[in-house]
């Protein structure tokens, strides 16, 4: 019963990967991400391919350039989970480097 279940989620994985990418440049960091997952798959590292997986949905349904480097720059640096952990939890929208903003009060003012 489970392994029908199964089957169909890898069936829609794979599909998933074999969409035209977006670029060239999200095209090669789908492609590590593969690689680094059938790594991980090997080694029955099932909390990894499941960051991995993440990983691959976020570059699938598009990025901003400095968040698919520094992905690229992660899987590169030989695929620290802790590092991949921290880019998951980045915002899609937000560049980790780049400096956050937020407001943390606000003032009023009546004039007297």
Avoid: F
């Amino acid at each position: 019963m489970w392994s029908a279940a199964l089957q169909a989620v890898v069936r829609q994985r794979l599909a998933a990967a074999d969409r035209p990418a977006l670029d060239h440049a999200t095209r090669l960091l789908s492609r590590a991400i593969l690689r680094s997952a059938r790594r991980a798959a090997r080694r029955r590292d099932t909390a990894l391919l499941t960051q991995l997986d993440a990983a691959l949905t976020r570059v699938r349904s598009g990025l901003p350039a400095g968040l698919e480097r520094l992905l690229a720059d992660i899987i590169r640096g030989g695929l620290d989970p802790a590092a991949l952990s921290r880019w998951l939890t980045t915002p899609p929208n937000h560049d980790a480097r780049a400096p956050a903003v937020r407001m943390a009060a606000a003032l009023i003012g009546v004039p007297g």
